[in-house]
């Protein structure tokens, strides 16, 4: 019974934050939630997993430390991951690949459809790589901001260096 809930809550949290180009057969596969522990605190609305969480459904593979989702008065829902880093992956509708990413912590609220990869953040879609300390992507409008975070001395990564680094592939064209 435990489970179920653990599932429905991790459901619904996952199935409102698969980005929009994601392989939409992903929302109608079972949800796997493997970890070392679980809880549910039902008058917070709130399930941790802890320890090694795997978190699979279809081609989307969620790996981190610990993952919990609560749910407000009004039914919106915050998840939050944390992890060294916490990784996912997931394959894109119409063959063409996969998209990965990675951050410290990844954050999703239903009330304003943010995800949030902080600190180390990077997401890849084939050759295509955003990094920084922050990135952001608005599921509704399927925009993106990439925020440079404080800057060190010598260092020469973009997330420690105050910059981002983004690097597009040329479109290739039939001629």
């Known amino acids: 019974m435990m489970l179920k809930i653990f599932k429905a809550a991790a459901l619904s949290a996952l199935m409102i934050s698969a980005p929009a ?6 929302s109608r596969q079972p949800i ?11 008058a ?13 459904q279809g081609t989307l593979n969620i790996n981190a430390a610990n993952v919990t989702v609560s749910r407000n008065d009004k039914g919106e829902q915050l998840m939050k ?20 990413g990675q951050g410290n912590q990844v954050e999703y609220a239903s009330a304003t459809g943010l995800v949030t990869l902080t600190g180390n953040a990077k997401v890849q879609r084939g050759g295509d790589v955003a990094q920084g300390a ?23 990564s973009p997330a420690k260096s ?10 290739s064209t039939k001629q």
């Open 21 to 26: 180009f994601a392989l939409q057969s992903d």
């Open 32 to 42: 796997q939630i493997e970890a070392d522990q679980g809880s549910l605190d039902q």
């Open 44 to 56: 917070k609305q709130t399930t941790t997993f802890s320890g090694n969480v795997i978190i699979k």
């Open 81 to 100: 991951a944390n992890g060294s880093p916490v990784r996912f992956s997931q394959q894109l509708d119409g063959n063409k690949g996969t998209v990965n």
């Open 134 to 156: 922050v990135i952001t992507y608005n599921i509704r409008t399927e925009v993106y901001t990439i925020h440079g975070g404080s800057k060190q001395a010598g260092v020469k």
């Open 162 to 171: 105050g910059r981002v680094s983004v690097v597009i592939q040329p479109t």
